[in-house]
């Protein structure tokens, strides 16, 4: 076996609001979620919790052999029947699916697997923070053909867009291929200048930035037009830790909030790169917000 992706080193307790202001519970500052019942299901299979394979992939390594498991679509159910069976998620009535990063990634493509394990709760809607990521020449979709070939995750994946993409149905892994499809209402809180995805581009130079920044929004966008947004121009992933971030003295989780009340939310922070002032705010106030 190998430590990569295993919880065996982690504490029992966790702080979860070390992992965002989401989990804040402050009503003020996170007027949603602050009273909400929080489920951390640590990602920890490598494939977006999208893998099928039953059996062990066994694997030499310069230790001896290994085995590597991809089951991360057996990951999801197990959690969905656990929750039900031990902590009365079948009385629910209003779950978010959420994540940051990979889990924000995974919350935009699979949202519609993960509904279809709820049937019985009446309101399900999804929130990804930084899990937007531009596809540029296949330089994203293209490496998750590993997932989609090696670790079986057609089933995981909106079958609409497969059928778009036969020829290279990784792309379906990319929001904006995915998301037309969606069957929840989404709610995208995402930085247009983002640090893992520009880092991952060696996109360095304020040019370079400022080109990334104007496709992301543009395709963002477009694909959630008829869905709901927060866009700002701090170079950042996830949102960190800090005074709110906010768009003319809206923070991302009053649009949150806001969206949650049946409001369509589609807020724009101002701002060029690099832009200081589009970070988190010493002087912002949320009392008064």
């Not at 076996?1 to 009503?27: I, V």
């Not at 993409?165 to 892994?173: G, K, L, R």
Request: aromatic letters at 14%; one cysteine or more; charged letters at 20%.
């Amino acid at each position: 076996a190998t430590s990569h992706g295993s919880t065996d080193g982690e504490p029992h307790h966790l702080d979860l609001r070390s992992h965002g202001p989401y989990f804040s519970t402050d009503s003020i500052e996170n007027p949603l979620l602050h009273d909400f019942n929080w489920v951390f299901v640590r990602y920890c299979d490598g494939g977006y919790f999208a893998g099928d394979v039953a059996e062990p992939v066994v694997v030499n390594t310069s230790a001896g052999a290994g085995r590597l498991f991809f089951r991360g679509r057996f990951i999801r159910e197990a959690v969905v029947d656990f929750l039900r069976r031990h902590h009365g998620f079948d009385e629910a009535s209003d779950v978010i699916l959420a994540g940051c990063s990979s889990g924000g990634i995974a919350t935009l493509f699979s949202v519609n697997a993960w509904r279809a394990l709820m049937p019985w709760v009446p309101n399900v809607l999804a929130f990804a923070d930084s899990g937007y990521f531009l596809d540029v020449g296949g330089d994203y979709s293209t490496p998750k053909a590993f997932i989609y070939l090696q670790q079986n995750a057609s089933s995981s994946l909106v079958p609409e867009c497969v059928r778009q993409h036969w020829a290279t149905p990784w792309e379906c892994f990319v929001a904006a291929n995915a998301l037309p499809y969606a069957r929840t209402p989404v709610f995208a809180w995402q930085s247009r200048y983002d640090s893992n995805q520009l880092d991952g581009r060696l996109c360095f130079d304020d040019d370079c930035t400022s080109r990334f920044g104007r496709d992301l929004q543009s395709s963002l966008e477009a694909t959630m037009a008829q869905q709901s947004y927060f866009i700002d121009g701090c170079y950042r992933h996830c949102s960190g830790q800090g005074p709110a971030l906010n768009a003319e003295g809206v923070t991302p989780l009053q649009a949150l909030h806001q969206w949650y009340n049946n409001l369509t939310v589609q807020i724009v922070q101002s701002g060029s790169y690099p832009c200081d002032d589009c970070c988190y705010d010493d002087d912002l106030d949320i009392g008064k917000a």
